[in-house]
């Protein structure tokens, strides 16, 4: 009785696995009930980005803690050498 159980637990998790508990919306583009910041009205915040086909691409953010330093996360520079 525990195996059968347990085998029938394993199958339904496994079925389950890798779908989203929620719909997932792809178009959203802010924080719900966010708006437009105007410029230069956060000046701490950047935004890393780079140029493609003439076009930037935002990528991540980060914060100014000094004049010439951006915090962001790790994975946003990821290949990026260890001595920058």
């Not at 929620?22 to 009205?41: I, L, M, T």
């Not at 956060?42 to 000094?66: F, I, R």
Request: hydrophobic share 40%; aromatic share 8%.
């Amino acid at each position: 009785m525990i195996r059968t159980l347990l085998l029938s637990a394993l199958v339904a998790g496994a079925l389950s696995c890798g779908y989203p508990t929620y719909e997932v919306q792809h178009d959203v583009s802010r924080v719900v009930g966010g708006q437009e910041a105007s410029p230069n009205s956060w000046p701490w915040q950047v935004s890393l980005q780079y140029l493609s086909s003439g076009k930037w691409h935002h990528t991540c953010g980060g914060s100014l803690v000094a004049n010439n330093w951006v915090l962001t996360a790790a994975h946003c520079i990821r290949g990026t050498p260890a001595d920058h």
